[in-house]
């Protein structure tokens, strides 16, 4: 009974730090026939001018996503910031004001790399930021999102980014959500991801449409679980 206690505790305060700071998510099993059945109906879209943009991979957020999920994401997104390095595509480090700077991880890795530091004060990373600003500049049309949460900030970033003008895609081991807090599965944002943007299984399918120029149509997804 106690532990019952202490857990609700602990998971109402969780609640209340991440509603405070405007950033939650969930995970949810998906089953592999939904995934193919979301995918079979999306045509992945053509390859346009690109820009990264890292979102809230602060150690606040992390601690509360699975650590083996975190553990197989963390060097898929090193590859996408290698690769921006190597097709000299910009890079943009959204992080959430006051709490903390991106994970060391990534910053070992961002060291080495010309890329921008964006603080920002709600979930959408394009509000009172400047991000369209400097996404404009460079000309950029599609954006690479990677980040937390999956079901939060990752997805009122992308959903910033459509009304903004810009084509969004990303791959389901380069976002990340915590295990479930709040009753909107998982599957969902990934119907939503599937359905306005180009949604990848793998950070390497996502790298094989990003060095094609032709224009790529069918399912990309082959199985995918959370654990």
Same mark, same amino acid.
């Given at each position: 009974f106690m532990t019952t206690?202490?857990?609700?505790?602990?998971?109402?305060?969780?609640?209340?730090a991440i509603a405070t700071a405007m950033a939650c998510g969930n995970r949810a099993? $998906?089953?592999?026939? !939904?995934?193919?059945?979301v995918m079979d109906m999306v045509p992945i879209? /053509? +390859?346009?001018?690109?820009?990264?943009?890292?979102?809230?991979?602060?150690d606040f957020f992390l601690e509360?996503?699975?650590p083996r999920e975190l553990e197989s994401e963390l060097p898929n997104q090193i590859k996408i910031l290698e690769y921006a390095q190597e097709n000299s595509?910009? $890079?943009?480090?959204? !992080?959430?004001?006051?709490?903390?700077g991106t994970t060391e991880r990534l /910053? +070992?890795?961002l060291h080495n790399l010309p890329y921008q530091t964006i603080l920002k004060t709600s979930s959408d990373g394009f509000l009172n930021t400047g991000l369209n600003d400097l996404l404009r500049v460079n000309n950029v049309e599609q954006i690479i999102l990677m980040g937390a949460y999956a079901s939060h900030c990752v997805l009122a970033t992308a959903r910033g980014a459509l009304e903004h003008g810009y084509s969004i895609a990303t791959s389901l081991?380069?976002?990340?959500?915590p295990p479930p807090l709040w009753p909107h599965?998982?599957?969902?944002?990934?119907?939503?991801?599937?359905?306005?943007?180009?949604?990848?299984?793998?950070v390497d399918d996502l790298i094989t449409y990003l060095d094609s120029d032709a224009l790529k149509m069918g399912n990309v997804f082959s199985s995918f679980s959370c654990e």
């Open positions: 206690i202490i857990n609700g505790i602990h998971r109402s305060i969780l609640s209340v099993n $998906i089953e592999r026939k !939904e995934q193919e059945n879209k /053509q +390859k346009k001018p690109l820009a990264i943009v890292v979102i809230d991979m602060q509360s996503v699975n595509i910009p $890079i943009y480090v959204l !992080e959430y004001s006051g709490l903390g /910053q +070992k890795v081991d380069l976002i990340q959500d599965p998982m599957d969902e944002s990934v119907k939503w991801y599937a359905s306005q943007g180009n949604l990848f299984l793998s």
